[in-house]
């Protein structure tokens, strides 16, 4: 009867310890909402009028709940935010692509076989290949303002100068022997999609200019 009793004890107490355990883990995630606007102000740049704003604004919110202690969400100017993001984006550009082609001759041993005792056979295959290197410059002039509802002496006023450069490079027009170009090898067999006006202006933000507001942000709620 004894030994009955000590085991039902400690099956109560495991299920008092689990739940109590899943409650702090509850009350640990529980983050607390602090409610967010993002006004955009665009300058008279043409690339600027290619961006969906209403998208960068959400990817600017992501980047900025990142490891923070509250969840910030967006509201409208109108719902009393607790906080505001006044964010002016000037100069922004978006240069013409720069393409650069040259000419190599790639060689590669390759398994072709296998001799009478089992050992492999190789063989070195050729072939020539345009190696295209292609790069994008862009700038753009962030002033940015934040501010507190229930501390507005703690206003943040800044201003962010970034440039950002796409770069890829990779295999176009083989002549030869494919097998000679390594799949290991820095580069790729295809283009890939190059960015838009969207990730441009996002990498730019990303530069400077986001990690900053973060680190204010972390400290504001710690």
């Known amino acids: 009867m004894k030994k009955a009793c000590s085991i039902i004890l400690l099956a109560v107490f ?7 355990n899943r409650a702090a883990k ?18 008279n740049s043409r690339d600027i009028n290619m961006v969906n704003l209403d ?38 550009t978006v240069w013409p692509i720069d393409q650069q082609v040259s000419r190599r001759i790639l060689s590669r041993s390759v398994q072709v076989g296998t001799d009478a005792t089992g050992r492999p056979i190789f063989q070195t295959v050729q072939a020539s290949v345009d190696i295209v290197r292609v790069q994008q410059r862009s700038n753009a002039l962030f002033r940015v303002d934040l501010q507190y509802k229930d501390n507005p002496a703690r206003t943040v006023h800044r201003s962010f100068s970034s440039n950002y450069t796409y770069s890829n ?6 002549q030869g022997d494919p097998r000679a170009v390594d799949p290991s090898i820095y580069f790729s067999r295809s283009p890939g999609i190059e960015p838009r006006e969207d990730d441009f202006l996002l990498a730019l933000s990303k530069k400077d200019m986001l ?12």
């Open 169 to 174: 490079t990779f295999v176009d027009n083989v």
């Open 14 to 20: 495991l299920i008092y310890g689990c739940s109590s």
């Open 55 to 92: 998208y960068y604004k959400q990817k600017v919110r992501d980047e900025l709940n990142n490891f923070l202690n509250v969840r910030l969400n967006l509201v409208n100017a109108d719902e009393n935010p607790e906080v505001i993001l006044n964010l002016a984006i000037e100069n922004f």
């Open 26 to 43: 509850h009350r640990k995630h529980a983050l607390r909402e602090v409610s967010m606007t993002i006004n955009i102000q665009p300058g």
């Open 211 to 222: 990690g900053r507001i973060s680190l204010e942000l972390r400290s504001y709620y710690k």
